[in-house]
Nanobody
């Protein structure tokens, strides 16, 4: 059974950095497109970043482009999200997502097959 577990969330000051990790088990990691989504209070879950199966292509929401970097290590079955220059509007629960057949660029959350439980990121001003 596929399982995704996020870690690394916490409280950070605006302008600071934070690194999130997602550990995958129960699936052949290299066969899956991976992504990060987030849900801010009172808002819908939204796409943040995606990375293709080989780790050679990445995709970002305009709101995080140039500040966040997604990465993956297929040998360790892990994915990361380096968050730099964070802003209060980055405050949200961040979710790891995986999909066997779709593209890593898909923005529609309903297109992703597997989800983690989420990790809270709070950015103070």
């Amino acid at each position: 059974q596929a399982q995704l577990v996020e870690s690394g969330g916490g409280l950070v000051q605006a302008g600071g950095s934070l690194r999130l990790s997602c550990a995958a088990s129960g699936l052949t990691f290299g066969f899956y497109a991976m992504g990060w989504f987030r849900r801010a209070p009172g808002k819908e879950r939204e796409f943040v970043a995606g990375i293709n199966r080989g780790g050679t292509s990445t995709y970002y929401a305009d709101s995080v482009k140039g500040r966040f970097t997604i990465s993956r290590d297929n040998a360790k079955n892990t994915m990361g999200l380096q968050m730099n220059s964070v802003k209060p509007e980055d405050t949200a629960v961040y979710y790891c997502a995986a999909d066997r057949y779709g593209s890593a660029s898909q923005r529609n959350r309903n297109s992703w097959g597997y989800w983690g439980q989420g990790t809270q990121v709070t950015v103070s001003s």
